[in-house]
């Protein structure tokens, strides 16, 4: 059974910062695999935020988010981090965490939804101007 669990938002003013959570349960769930944040703001279509691969170095962003957020992950807790700085107002959506493919290279992007088969029940991320 796979379960992730999305924490860490909330109601922050522009110019702050938050710090979202998602824990992976289940046997094998989070090992060698890529994890990535989403958001989906209403009306909008859901975009990829930020991704890696949970047995490699490397980390990939879309380019609205570069040199604000940070991706991150601690493989003993089977956790994926995104470290939110200098929100504004188009950060408000609704932030998803997702499994996808267990492979480092090769097929869909990172950044791209599709391969992606397991997703948390979301975040709210708020930020008011």
Same mark, same amino acid.
């Given at each position: 059974? $796979?379960?992730?669990?999305?924490?860490? !938002? !909330?109601?922050?003013? @522009?110019?702050?910062?938050?710090?979202?959570?998602?824990?992976?349960?289940?046997?094998? $769930?989070?090992?060698?695999?890529?994890?990535?944040?989403?958001?989906?703001?209403?009306?909008?279509?859901?975009?990829?935020?930020?991704?890696?691969?949970?047995?490699?170095?490397?980390?990939?962003?879309?380019?609205?988010?570069?040199?604000?957020?940070?991706?991150?992950?601690?493989?003993?807790?089977? @956790?994926?981090?995104?470290?939110?700085?200098?929100?504004? @107002?188009?950060?408000?959506?609704?932030? *998803?965490?997702?499994? !996808?493919?267990? $492979?480092?290279?090769?097929?869909?992007?990172?950044?791209?939804?599709?391969?992606?088969? *397991?997703?948390?029940? !979301?975040?709210?991320? @708020? $930020?008011?101007?």
């Amino acid at each position: 059974h $796979v379960q992730l669990v999305e924490s860490g !938002g !909330g109601a922050v003013q @522009t110019g702050g910062s938050l710090k979202l959570s998602c824990v992976a349960y289940g046997e094998g $769930v989070y090992d060698n695999a890529r994890m990535a944040w989403f958001r989906q703001a209403p009306g909008q279509k859901r975009e990829a935020v930020a991704a890696l691969y949970t047995a490699g170095d490397s980390t990939f962003y879309v380019d609205s988010v570069k040199g604000r957020f940070t991706i991150s992950r601690d493989n003993a807790k089977k @956790t994926v981090y995104l470290q939110m700085n200098s929100l504004n @107002t188009e950060d408000t959506a609704m932030y *998803y965490c997702a499994r !996808g493919p267990k $492979v480092r290279s090769g097929g869909y992007c990172y950044l791209e939804s599709a391969p992606y088969n *397991y997703w948390g029940q !979301g975040t709210q991320v @708020t $930020v008011s101007s």
